[in-house]
């Protein structure tokens, strides 16, 4: 961590604003805001930001950089680079891991989700069952 890191880590503990820490420090606040984004990012290395999520969200879709793209109204080659970041991040090595490991986690939620309604449709067969045999 560098000096100018430390000063800001050390002001933001101390509970100051980052306009505060700007003026205090003579810089401006977006440079403040890129130390602490920075910060961040290397304390929750895998942890993926909000708009990183909605990108891997819409890469489980199975959509292309194009059409995540237009969805998200952003460049395609922001989507490119987004997608870049979750490898790095998730530490998958290429584009082809992060779709293939989105893939599992959807078909693992899939599988649960087919569990759950199986169960609702075995209750609800039991009670219908029930009433039948009740008439």
Not at 1 to 10: A, L, N, P, V
Not at 22 to 29: C, D, H, M, P, Y
């Amino acid at each position: 961590m560098t000096k100018r890191q430390e000063q800001i880590s050390s002001l933001v503990r101390q509970g100051l604003s980052r306009s505060q820490i700007a003026e205090q420090l003579g810089i401006s606040v977006r440079t403040v805001e890129g130390y602490i984004y920075q910060s961040r990012k290397r304390a929750h290395p895998g942890v993926l930001t909000e708009r990183e999520q909605e990108v891997a969200d819409l890469v489980k879709r199975g959509l292309s950089n194009a059409d995540i793209a237009n969805v998200l109204g952003i460049a395609k080659r922001t989507v490119e680079s987004h997608r870049f970041k979750i490898v790095g991040r998730l530490g998958l090595g290429t584009s082809a891991r992060l779709t293939a490991q989105l893939n599992e986690e959807l078909i693992a939620t899939l599988r649960t989700r087919i569990a759950e309604l199986e169960e609702v449709v075995s209750r609800q067969n039991a009670e219908l069952a029930k009433l039948k045999h009740q008439r």
